[in-house]
């Protein structure tokens, strides 16, 4: 039997019983786990996050509830950093919407979002839940590199899609459909042999949903990607994460190793903007980093602590803007809806 690499990966991450985000026990984080994310390096993203939310809702005209929804929440340390993190009247102002049906990570995210829970200030939402109406800001943490997405490429006459048979993983001869017509427009130089991209099928559903239920406010997303040009010239394929160790390796343990696949910058960008948002468009998390930090003011506020502390954060710093770290390699993508 064929399978293509998508439903594959669909399965492997969210089959009820075996899926890897859908597992009792989460293997995320540092020791003995499989990979880590920009929240286990420090709070430094949740404290920028804070500063960015808070100008998104004086903009807003420092509206009384300023809802604050993150799908693909995991174990709610961005909500948690970012809690931690408000001042004053953003603070108070300030309603984090959990919402992600991992279990293992959903257990973590009642532990960790508990104070803000007991207040009211921290609530959970399933995902077959109806997405409220809301005014403050979407975010997400890389969400749109855990969905289910299809390789292809262009052998120089024709698509071809990639998929696991009874002898192995292999690439078959298929129609791409929208994908195709979307690749070739993205290609800058027009497609050379070789080229390919990832295609997400499920992205314009779960956009349209999110901005749907943005009345007035910011959407943002933090994710590993690149354009489509860059994604089509480097023949993006599937990613497999096991033990800290990265290959491409993505028919092997289903269900055991996390599956992400680049997100398509350029296409996400088009389909917020399809859904009546004003985006600036998309930018390194270095510069986005450098853009909203106070880093100055941080640097010295840092000189007052011991340097243990003071190492951990500049430590922080430098994992979220060095290139080669995620500086370059992760990108956030920023669009705004008017009241
Ligand atoms: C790579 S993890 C990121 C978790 C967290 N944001 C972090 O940075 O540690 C991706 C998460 O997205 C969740 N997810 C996938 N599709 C989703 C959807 N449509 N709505 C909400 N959560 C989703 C998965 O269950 C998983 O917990």
């Known amino acids: 039997m064929t399978q293509s690499a998508s439903d594959f990966m669909a399965q492997a991450l969210y089959h009820p019983e075996r899926g890897y985000y859908r597992r009792p026990v989460g293997p995320w984080g540092f020791e003995g786990k499989d990979y880590y994310t920009a929240l286990d390096l420090g709070p430094l993203l949740g404290e920028t996050l804070a500063l960015r939310l808070e100008k998104a809702w004086e903009r807003l ?160 997303a933090i994710d590993y990607g690149e354009s489509a040009s860059r994604l089509l010239s480097k023949g993006a394929d599937l990613r497999r994460y096991k033990g800290h160790a990265v290959d491409g390796r993505w028919w092997e343990e289903p269900g055991e190793a996390d599956l992400t696949a680049d997100v398509d910058f350029t296409r996400l960008e088009s389909l917020v903007r399809g859904s009546g948002l004003t985006s600036t468009g998309h930018i390194s998390l270095s510069r986005w980093i450098r853009e909203h930090a106070p880093l100055a003011a941080w640097e010295e506020a840092w000189l007052s602590l011991d340097s243990v502390a003071r190492i951990k954060r500049m430590e922080n710093l430098l994992q979220l803007t060095l290139p080669t770290m995620m500086g370059e390699r992760f990108r956030v993508l920023e669009a705004w809806r008017e009241p």
């Open 61 to 220: 005209g420092r509206p009384g509830v300023f809802t604050v929804l993150e799908p693909g929440a995991g174990r709610g340390w961005l909500g948690r950093d970012l809690l931690s993190a408000a001042k004053g009247d953003f603070a108070e102002a300030l309603l984090y919407l959990h919402r992600d049906d991992n279990p293992a990570a959903r257990c973590l995210a009642e532990q960790a979002l508990e104070p803000w829970a007991a207040m009211g200030k921290a609530q959970f939402r399933s995902e077959a839940e109806a997405l409220p109406p809301l005014v403050g800001a979407i975010l997400s943490n890389e969400l749109f590199d855990a969905l289910p997405a299809q390789p292809w490429r262009w052998t120089g006459e024709a698509w071809e899609r990639e998929v696991l048979t009874e002898d192995g993983p292999g690439w078959e001869a298929a129609d791409p459909g929208e994908a195709g017509q979307w690749f070739a427009a993205q290609a800058e130089d027009g497609l050379q042999p070789g080229d390919g991209s990832v295609w997400c099928e499920g992205l314009p559903k779960l956009v349209k949903d999110l901005c749907g239920s943005l009345q007035a406010g910011l959407f943002l």
